[in-house]
Nanobody
């Protein structure tokens, strides 16, 4: 059974940093692209970043490129999202997602065809 468990969310002031972790079980990271999708109150889910299992390529949504870094550790079956220079507009619930399309992009946007979701972790950026 595919299971994803997020951790590392919290409260941080603007300009601060957080590192999210996504621990995967029931499968190995070489079967799915793994990404992070966020949802702010009253807004639709937004694909933030994804790392491909086939070639390790990385997708970043325009608003986070240069501030967020996604990485994976195959030895521990864990994917990380390092978030720096956080802004209030980054406030959202962040979900880890196993993408069967391996981070497929349509135009310039990750289309996240998700087979499994984590339960989410709250990130709040506020002064």
């Amino acid at each position: 059974q595919v299971q994803l468990v997020e951790s590392g969310g919290g409260f941080v002031q603007p300009g601060g940093s957080l590192r999210l972790s996504c621990a995967a079980s029931g499968f190995t990271l070489d079967h799915y692209g793994i990404g992070w999708v966020r949802q702010a109150p009253g807004k639709e889910r937004e694909g933030v970043s994804c790392i491909s299992f086939s070639d390790g390529s990385r997708y970043y949504e325009d608003s986070v490129r240069g501030r967020f870094t996604i990485s994976r550790d195959d030895a521990t079956n864990t994917v990380y999202l390092q978030m720096n220079s956080l802004k209030p507009e980054d406030t959202a619930i962040y979900y880890c997602a196993a993408d069967k399309a391996d981070c497929g992009v349509e135009g310039t946007r990750w289309i996240f065809e998700v087979d499994a979701w984590g339960r989410g972790t709250q990130v709040t950026v506020s002064s």
